[in-house]
């Protein structure tokens, strides 16, 4: 039977649906041939996905060294940290076995504190990366070259400050971009060539001030336009007179003048049409920026996914419950970092061709695993302790047991375990506090140290001169001021080339501040109901009630724009 719950963090209240009970089922663990019943949540989703995202540090890379060859490197993990921390080459290398830390499990202690002190002994791996070339500042990303401040991106070249950016070329600060070539300052924008200061964007070229178009080429200044040419402010144009004044805009932007143009932008996207919902070729599901998928519920940037509930970022997934940032993953629950064939795994974090996990920190490959920290290729391990398939069978039934009697069987690690600050991680841009809210909590806080080698100059962002023409090569032994935080910031010499052929200003912001503003045009991952503004259906969208937004159902929408 559904049951309705309060959540134990913010005291919302939640529904606990037959679909999940089912689920739960589904999930929970069977170890010698008997099932251990994960019981159901006592965090509200917005609560337990907030826990998982303190896990994940995309952006703040750090200079240190690796602990065993002694080789300067980035790394996601600040040179204070407790942690010993290897780079790739070493970390992969068959020099050292994560099972030689290895250790018995105390009953007479939570598995959680266990597991923190194999957190500090095993060693950890710099950055999450695979086969990138010439590509030293980017996490979570593979097969990028020549790639600079790249996060969560694959198969990439000459691309930098992005995130989300899959099989692009000279692609500059963007967010969600795919199979794109030259675009700047781009948000969810697909099989676009340059592109400029756009967002919703598919098929797309040569345009720039672009929201939810489709198939547009020389436009600027438009919204909700289908398969057009030549057009400004959605007034079609002679490709002569066009030239003409996009040759006067882009001169105006190169100039300064871009704060006006981003003004009028904002204000055309606030009186366009907007979809209640993204979704494209799906059946049966609920939340936003869904495609080929059906039988999902409240899920958000999936693409290919079958039966899942509460996925927030994922690529062939199928049957998955509270997950984040996923990629060919099956039956996994309340975990994040799953990927590359990841099956059956709970309570995770990072799990890659691994399957039968619970509560493990960092596995690739292997199988049958608990409490397990920075496991290379391994079977039947508790905290990183070698066991028979029959001596693991017997001892994780015990281990259950234990859990559930200190409170911890069916909660994912809790944020004080994160090996990370909440500041660094994914959990501030998606549910941000103040250093104060998050040190009431009992959490970290890290404060940037922003310190910059080689610097000549540094300029207050506003002080930059207005033109791209006037920017001299110096620049680049600047440390410019962001307007916003206050935060030093350079230039490297590929990007004040983009900008020069591009005929576009040196940027006024931080890289992070940059980052920021762009997820802060798409809205958040909560669902309301609203009436559609044409046909007063009911719809469910992530526009707020009090949003001055024309929202139009799918119906709607699609006869507007076609």
Not at 252 to 274: D, M, N, P, V, W
């Amino acid at each position: 039977m559904p049951m309705d719950k309060v959540c134990s963090q913010c005291a919302a209240s939640f529904e606990i649906t037959d679909g999940d009970l089912a689920f739960y089922e589904k999930v929970s663990p069977v170890i010698g041939g008997k099932k251990y019943p994960i019981p159901p949540p006592t965090l509200c989703p917005d609560c337990r996905q907030q826990r998982r995202l303190v896990w994940r540090n995309e952006r703040n890379l750090y200079r240190r060294t690796c602990d065993q060859c002694n080789k300067s490197i980035i790394s996601i993990y600040p040179k204070a940290s407790p942690f010993t921390v290897f780079c790739p080459d070493c970390w992969w290398s068959d020099t050292w076995d994560s099972r030689d830390f290895g250790q018995e499990m105390d009953f007479g202690r939570p598995l959680f504190e266990q597991m923190r002190e194999l957190q500090e002994e095993v060693p950890r791996l710099s950055l999450n990366i695979v086969s990138n070339e010439n590509s030293e500042y980017i996490n979570l990303s593979g097969y990028n070259k020549n790639c600079y401040l790249l996060f969560a991106a694959e198969y990439n070249e000459d691309c930098h400050y992005g995130t989300q950016v899959i099989k692009s070329t000279g692609c500059v600060d963007a967010f969600d971009c795919y199979e794109s070539r030259y675009c700047y300052e781009v948000v969810d924008a697909e099989k676009c060539h340059s592109v400029l200061y756009s967002q919703n964007v598919s098929a797309c070229s040569e345009s720039l001030f672009l929201f939810d178009c489709r198939g547009c080429a020389h436009c600027i200044l438009c919204t909700n336009m289908r398969n057009q040419k030549y057009c400004i402010r959605n007034q079609q144009m002679q490709s002569e007179a066009f030239a003409a004044e996009k040759k006067r805009i882009t001169e105006e932007i190169a100039k300064g003048k871009f704060r006006e143009y981003q003004e009028e932008f904002a204000s055309l996207k606030r009186t366009c049409l907007h979809r209640a919902a993204d979704i494209v070729n799906c059946e049966n599901v609920t939340g936003d920026y869904l495609k080929n998928s059906h039988n999902l519920r409240t899920c958000f940037d999936v693409s290919y996914g079958e039966d899942c509930t509460y996925v927030y970022t994922g690529f062939q997934v199928k049957d998955l419950g509270d997950v984040c940032h996923t990629t060919e993953a099956e039956l996994g629950y309340d975990s994040l970092s799953l990927g590359y064939g990841s099956y059956n795994t709970a309570f995770t974090h990072g799990s890659w061709s691994a399957k039968n996990l619970l509560y493990c920190d960092i596995i690739q490959s292997g199988s049958d695993m608990m409490g397990c920290v920075s496991m290379k290729p391994g079977k039947y391990c508790i905290l990183n302790k070698q066991y028979t398939k029959e001596r693991y069978e017997n001892f994780v039934p015990k281990v259950i047991a234990h859990m559930q009697e200190t409170k911890e069987w069916g909660e994912f690690f809790p944020v004080t375990l994160s090996p990370f600050a909440y500041n660094e991680t994914n959990a501030q841009l998606y549910y941000p506090l103040s250093e104060v809210e998050v040190l009431q909590h009992g959490w970290r806080w890290h404060k940037p140290e922003d310190s910059l080698s080689g610097v000549k100059k540094t300029i207050l962002a506003a002080k930059l001169p207005a033109s791209i023409e006037n920017i001299p090569d110096d620049v680049l032994n600047w440390a410019i001021t962001c307007e916003e935080t206050r935060r030093p910031f350079r230039i490297i010499k590929q990007e004040l080339e983009f900008y020069r052929k591009m005929k576009l200003p040196i940027p006024h912001f931080h890289p992070d501040e940059r980052h920021k503003r762009r997820m802060a045009l798409r809205n958040p991952r909560v669902l309301w109901q609203r009436k559609c503004g044409k046909c007063g259906k009911e719809v469910q969208t992530t526009y707020a009630p009090d949003r001055p937004e024309i929202v139009y159902c799918e119906a709607c929408y699609l006869a507007e724009v076609y």
